[in-house]
DNA sequence: TAAAAACTTACGATAGCTTTAAATGAATGT
DNA sequence: ACATTCATTTAAAGCTATCGTAAGTTTTTA
């Protein structure tokens, strides 16, 4: 799963960077406008998976935004999010009927915001049925339980064995550079060293035996098909 | 799916009648309280899909009314939604923290009513299918009755270990992150820390021995099978 | 065969979980 | 109304699997 993108709109400056700051830190791949006409140029381009709409904004408002959005058929399925200020007219509310998938009313504690941004799009991907199971060679992964399986026997792996397996595995046969390694499953602020990962093949060889996961020298390591 | 079932709470007779009748004429079946005291009475006997909620209402306003059902379980999926006039002071709206699910604002057109009340009906029957009993590894819950069974044995859990507890079961053996976990059972803009989730996995694990919930490190917990 | 890369082992730090206990708040009985 | 019991949350301390690193060894490559 890639990471998902949130389309921010606010035409108040530091309300967007106040809000973009904190779902950035959570990990989403976060863009942002201060109008509605910037909004739907934005979101042809960066194919969003959520909108975060101010209602209240000059010129075109966000309902007349979301309506707009709404019949245009790339963004057909994005999910929509206002922004009411408390105590703002509720006919307000009949934003549902514009096509809103929620809304949040300001002042907005981030907590509760990245809270609300995760149950919808979570909602979403349940509709989805997402893959959980990957397999290859007689092992199989299931991200859902956290279970490896070998030859029909399931072990436990420790959280970082776990994701660096499955991380060779979702590409069997791939060879995937230390970097990469590095990036996908410490994530890029943290830094350890190369030997870290040394470490983690060894214990996984220990788990699995030693057939699967094949050294490239001088490249990174790769899942033996 | 039968017909959905609606009652109306409202301490004006005429509102009552004209609601009402707007409702019934679409295919509902309406039952009327005239108090917060009665409503709750009637809800416990007619178990409504929806309730209908003036906020301003003397004795036992509507918030009041709300809350109270929002603590009986039996209620605690029934979906409500507000009756606030228009102009009234909107720290009202703080209904939403009260549960409502939606309101809607005097004077009221019955045409808007009863569009209403389909959108919050169809967004209800879209995310709700679960199964009343669920059943795994000799452990069963039943949600209607609010209670658990062992090996044949009735107990009866607190609130919040059987919601808990229905959580890890609604899919066993998938691991249930801390974030899903307090979202779905606490609720997201409730802020409880991490340590609460253990001490209620190990009120659980007391009562149902330690073989059934398992945790998985870094991760989450899950419901062995 | 020298240099580079990867492997192995063992150890120390710590994140993350468990446990205990005690405070607060809600529900129930007298 | 008061006391009592039970549910929930928080705080604090303990525990251990997991993680990261160091340092010496082995394998590969040029």
New interface residues.
């Given amino acids: 799963m890639s990471t998902e993108k949130i389309l921010l709109v606010d035409d108040d400056q530091d309300i967007l960077e106040f809000l973009g700051y904190n779902i950035k830190k959570e990990g989403f791949d976060v863009e942002t406008a201060s109008n509605g006409k910037d909004a739907i140029e934005v979101a042809k381009k960066f194919k969003p998976d959520l909108i975060i709409l101010d209602v209240m904004m000059p010129e075109m408002d966000g309902m007349e935004t979301c309506h707009q959005m709404r019949n245009m058929p790339m963004l057909k399925d994005t999910l929509i999010i206002f922004l009411t200020a ?2 703002e007219d ?2 307000q ?1 009949a934003g ?1 009927d514009a096509g809103a998938d929620d809304y949040i ?1 300001k002042p907005i504690k981030p ?2 915001l990245v ?2 941004v ?2 919808i799009l ?2 979403k991907g349940s509709t989805q049925e997402e893959e959980s199971a990957i397999e290859a060679n007689g092992v199989s992964i299931d991200r ?3 279970l490896m399986k070998k030859d029909g026997v399931e072990f ?1 792996l ?2 970082k064995e776990f994701e660096l397996l499955a991380l060779l595995m979702s590409k069997p046969g791939k060879v995937f550079t230390r970097e990469v390694i590095l990036d996908s499953v410490w994530g890029g602020e943290v830094v350890v060293g190369d030997r870290t990962i040394d470490v983690h093949i060894r214990k996984l060889r220990e788990k699995l035996g030693d057939l699967y996961i094949k050294t490239v020298k001088g490249v990174g390591y790769k899942f033996e098909v």
Same sequence: chains 1, 2.
Avoid: D, L
């Fill in positions: 408390r105590g509720y006919s509310i549902f009313t907590r509760v809270s609300k995760r149950a979570r909602r859902e339980r956290y436990n420790p959280k």
